[in-house]
């Protein structure tokens, strides 16, 4: 499965990506798929790690392991703090 996002840009924005980029698009997609890599890279290294830890296996490739990785987005992770500091506060 793949997906699909929009940018939307001002002129000025664009003006300004064009500034810097041959072609708008390309820039964007590298600029996405890089830092794609990177977590990518950050999920496979801890992954790694916990299951050897526990005496795990590890199979499959970088993309297996990062889709079978038991880990929480970022919006999961912000809720929680918050759910946290909420209840602090009631304290």
């Known amino acids: 499965?793949?997906?699909s996002y929009t940018v939307t840009l001002t002129d000025?924005?664009?003006k300004?990506?064009?500034h810097i980029a041959v072609d708008a698009q390309d820039w964007?997609?590298?600029v996405v798929h890089e830092r794609c890599r990177i977590a990518m890279d950050e999920?496979?290294?801890a992954e790694v790690k916990r299951r050897l830890d526990a005496?795990?296996?590890i199979g499959g490739s970088r993309e297996d392991i990062v889709l079978a990785a038991p880990i929480k987005?970022?919006?999961e992770v912000a809720a929680e703090q918050q759910a946290a500091m909420a209840a602090q506060a009631k304290q």
Request: hydrophobic share 45%; proline share 0%.
């Open 1 to 3: 499965m793949s997906k």
């Open 12 to 14: 000025a924005e664009d």
């Open 16 to 18: 300004a990506l064009r």
């Open 28 to 30: 964007i997609d590298n």
């Open 43 to 45: 999920i496979v290294q």
């Open 55 to 57: 005496g795990e296996t």
């Open 73 to 75: 987005t970022l919006a």
